[in-house]
Structures are given as C-alpha cells and as structure tokens.
C-alpha cells in the first residue's frame, strides 16, 4: 500500500538557520501532497497541499516542490524563527485504498532555539 | 473560519471501560474523519463518513465502533476499552473527500 516516509525527528535548530525536513512516498497512483503542522496542544492545520507533479507549494516561508520523478517532497524554510517550533507532517492522498484518504508519515519535531 | 470541536478533552478509564468521544463540526463539511496519534506512527486512521447514517472503515479500525448520527455530529465508541487504546484521538472534516482536512483539538485518552 502507499507510504511516507519522513526525516527522523526530534531536529533542534537555532534561530536564522536553514531546514529542511526529508518526504519520500510510494504509491502507484497520482497524489495529492500535503504539508501539515501541528503545534502543542493543537490539531494538526494544512501548511500547504500541491496537486500536480513538479509544482511548489509555499506558505509562511516554507515551500516544498512536488518531485514526481524522485517520489519526493522535501519542506524547506531559509530561515526558521523560535515560532516554528510545532511537529511537521508530510501526507498523500491518492485513489489507491479506493477512496481519497489522507496518508501521514511519522511527523518530524522542531525545536528552534532561540 | 472552519470550526471542529471535540469533548471531552480528557477521559480516563478502566480496562473494560465504556467511552464515547464525541465530534462536531460546523463547516458543513460532508466528511469526517477520527484518527488516533501515537508517537513514531503519526496519525492513522480509524473510520470516516460522507454523511450522516454512513460509516467507512479505516486502516486500524479494531475495537472501535462509529457512528455519524447528522452531518455535523460524529462519535467514536470504545465499547470494551484496552490499554493500548490509550491515545490522543483528533476529529477532523473535509468538504470533499480529496479537499484538505480540518482538525478539532484532540481528546487524550489513558485506559488504565
């Protein structure tokens, strides 16, 4: 069946430096592709989906390109600030359990220091 | 601003335990969803429902029941709870099935 998988959290990281949080699917159908952030004490909120191969999505600094081709979708940010700190969930929804569920990796926790 | 709600927030009990977690939406969302989170597995998917008096089964759907009774009331029945059902358990809503989904704060729950 399909999967995500992501980078291994907990990742620390100190205020002004770069992120980048791994996503690498498997399915055999054409996804969807979501990021989705969870901060403390929080349901998880949509960072950004993006439908159709090879395009970005972006919000709040953060961006990640659909990569078809190496099954990817790596989140970036430039430049992380202490209020980034939540847990980052990388998912997929495809036809492929016949039915458009939402897969979910693991989830990646982000510590920014200040 | 699309709203779910949960309750309780917090539930503890016995093994063998009766519970019933309840959710609320007011989007007018047709699909609702009920996960459970567990660290080091993400967020799995119990059941969902495209309507009211519908039940769809999810990927870890043993020893829950659902039921989905009006479009905005979804609730998750633990008829004989077990240890390793405690969990933090969110609702959530999409308008359509492929849409994004929107997710009500979560019930933690610990069955002793």
């Known amino acids: 069946g399909d999967s995500v998988t992501q980078t291994e959290g907990p990742v620390t990281l100190s205020e002004g430096t770069s992120l980048t949080v791994n996503c690498s699917y498997e399915?055999?159908?054409?996804?969807?592709l979501f990021w989705y952030v969870q901060y403390p004490g929080e349901g998880p909120q949509l960072l950004f989906k993006v439908p159709k191969a090879n395009e970005k999505g972006s919000s709040r600094g953060f961006e990640a390109t659909y990569n078809k081709e190496a099954t990817s979708f790596h989140l970036q940010k430039a430049s992380v600030q202490e209020s980034d700190s939540a847990v980052y969930y990388c998912?997929?929804?495809?036809?492929?359990?016949?039915?458009?569920?939402?897969?979910f990796g693991s989830g990646t926790q982000l510590t920014v220091m200040p | 601003e699309a709203a779910v709600t949960q309750s309780p927030r917090n539930k503890v009990t016995v093994t063998g335990g009766n519970v019933t977690l309840s959710c609320r939406q007011t989007n007018s969302h047709n699909y609702m969803y009920w996960y459970r989170q567990d660290t080091g597995h993400g967020l799995r998917l119990i059941h969902y429902?495209?309507?009211?008096?519908?039940?769809q089964i999810g990927d870890v759907p043993d020893g829950y029941k659902a039921t989905r009774t009006t479009q905005e009331d979804f609730f998750l029945l633990l008829e004989l709870a077990s240890p390793s059902q405690t969990s933090l358990y969110f609702c959530a809503s999409s308008l359509r099935d492929r849409y994004e989904q929107y997710f009500g704060p979560g019930t933690r729950l610990t069955v002793l």
């Open positions: 399915t055999k159908q054409y996804p969807t």
């Open positions: 429902s495209y309507g009211a008096g519908n039940l």
């Open positions: 998912a997929l929804s495809d036809l492929s359990s016949g039915s458009w569920q939402l897969i």
